[in-house]
């Protein structure tokens, strides 16, 4: 896949229709690299509705790959972290084998971005406190990395995508810089937050590379493909473009 003359198709399994990362992705990756998107229709209303989507996500991986797609990426974060980084790992392998391409989740791109940047301990940060909040610390400890902080940058109820870039930016510098401990880096977990244009004054403010979901899946995307070259203006993972590092 790394002749840059064939178009290649992208298979996505989006948690909704409505979600604004769809463009976000879209305006990072060439244009030789096209789209076709499955969606799975959560309500995030219930722990069950995430637990419980692992066969719909099976379809839809089915449907992308009759599509004839290069890579399939079944996004989302929630559904494959409750089953757990091992479970996760076993999905990935049976659809492999099953439909012999590529598959990639969420939560795997993000691993392999921590790994190939040599992150050993983060904070991160997400809209979903309680035991959604639990499950993302578990899977990245399964995965040998040390979760110095896994909460809420917003008070109790508030949400996270209701603030503006600017009162997002500051919230989230605040919650960093209150945890205890020497980071390595800022994880953000979720898609829509609208950090992207303000991502290089987070990382000076911090002094850490910041991995947001939409540059870390750009990074797999376009190291997967064998184009490697540093981007500026999007973050540290862009710039640098570190090779990926298969686990063993």
């Known amino acids: 896949m790394s002749d ?10 989006k948690p909704t229709s409505d979600s604004k990362s769809r463009a976000d992705l879209e305006a990072l990756l060439p244009g030789d690299i096209e789209m076709t998107y499955e ?9 069950d509705e995430f637990r419980q989507a692992m066969p719909a996500y099976g379809e839809k991986v089915a449907a992308l790959a009759a599509k004839g797609c290069d890579l399939i990426h079944p996004e989302g974060a929630p559904p494959f972290m409750l089953q757990g980084f091992a479970a996760e790992a076993a999905y990935i392998k049976q659809w492999e084998a ?19 940047l040599g992150i050993a301990r983060f904070v991160g940060l997400t809209p979903f406190a309680g035991e959604l909040g639990d499950a993302f610390r578990q899977y990245f400890t399964d995965a040998g990395l040390d979760v110095l902080s896994m909460g809420k940058p917003v008070d109790g109820a508030d949400d996270v ?59 797999y995307i376009l190291t997967q493909l064998g184009r490697g070259r540093g981007r500026a203006g999007h973050g540290r993972l862009l710039a640098a473009m570190p090779p990926f590092e298969a686990s063993g």
């Open 4 to 13: 840059n003359t064939k178009t290649i198709l992208l298979g996505m399994v």
């Open 39 to 47: 969606y799975m229709g959560f309500a995030y209303k219930s722990l």
């Open 98 to 116: 099953r439909f012999g391409i590529p598959v990639f989740t969420t939560g795997s791109t993000q691993v392999a971005a921590m790994r190939a």
């Open 161 to 219: 995508y209701g603030l503006t870039t600017e009162q997002i930016r500051d919230r989230i510098i605040k919650a960093y810089r209150a945890v205890p401990g020497d980071s390595q880096a800022l994880y953000i977990l979720g898609s829509d937050w609208r950090v992207l244009d303000v991502l290089d004054d987070l990382e000076a403010a911090l002094g850490v590379p910041v991995l947001h979901p939409v540059l870390v899946r750009c990074w």
